[in-house]
């Protein structure tokens, strides 16, 4: 079974630019989660859709984070216009969404800004 | 924010020896668990321990919780050089629901051959 995968792994970019990142979660998993995670630390919880619904954005920046997961499958998170201190590593997760289900996370994907 | 904090922040160890790592954290649980990561790697789970169970085994893991002292520790016994990774402990706390994660800062474990 394929676990969770995301685009792209790595990431450069300058100041002011936007960036996409792309999340396909495991098959028939309905809960789906974005983290960031800084260096050197865990990570914390941006946003988690449960199907197409955002029922927790209460970490996500929302002036310049936005997120989307059109028909409850894959999902893309996007930064508009990034700055230097979005440098970290975001993580997709995904579980079957029951309070003591196993979070299943992808490898991540490393976002540097210049 | 974080709310469990792990100790040590780095641990050394040589193969064939037990590593244990503490966590504490601050608010009520649900639930404990703790994860590993691999260097640029995501995030595997190990372990979930729930609030009324004390300790709780999984292979050469053995993980303790005392809700009392709001902490936990992830025993590895017997290391191996695949064990290096840090370990991260990570509580769904009462008051934000279950299904919000927080997760401490980590222990980088090294596992010398």
């Given at each position: 079974e394929a676990g969770v995968v995301q685009s792209p792994r790595y990431k450069i970019i300058e100041k002011k630019q936007p960036v996409a990142f792309w999340c396909?979660?495991?098959?028939?998993h309905n809960t789906l989660y974005w983290y960031r995670q800084n260096?050197?630390?865990g990570p914390e919880l941006l946003i988690r859709y449960e199907n197409e619904e955002a029922v927790d954005d209460s970490q996500l920046p929302k002036d310049r984070f936005s997120a989307e997961r059109l028909k409850g499958v894959d999902s893309t998170?996007?930064?508009q216009p990034?700055?230097?201190g979005d440098s970290a590593v975001y993580l997709c997760a995904s579980s079957l969404g029951r309070p003591t289900d196993t979070q299943y996370f992808g490898p991540g994907t490393r976002l540097t800004v210049l | 924010?974080?709310?469990?904090?792990?100790?040590?922040?780095?641990l050394s160890i040589q193969e064939g020896e037990n590593a244990t790592m503490n966590c504490s954290?601050?608010?009520?649980?649900?639930?404990?668990q703790w994860y590993r990561q691999n260097s640029g790697r995501g995030l595997v789970h190990l372990i979930l321990i729930r609030s009324n169970?004390?300790?709780k085994h999984s292979g050469r893991l053995r993980v303790t919780l005392d809700t009392s002292k709001k902490s936990s520790s992830l025993l590895i016994t017997a290391s191996?050089?695949?064990?290096?990774?840090?370990?991260?402990?990570?509580?769904d706390d009462t008051g934000a629901g279950s299904y919000q994660l927080t997760f401490g800062k980590g222990t980088k474990l090294s596992v010398i051959p």
């Open positions: 396909n979660p495991i098959s028939g260096l050197g630390q998170l996007k930064i990034a700055e230097l | 924010s974080q709310q469990g904090e792990e100790d040590p922040q780095a954290y601050k608010t009520s649980i649900n639930n404990l169970e004390r300790e191996r050089a695949a064990d290096t990774a840090s370990y991260f402990c990570a509580t």
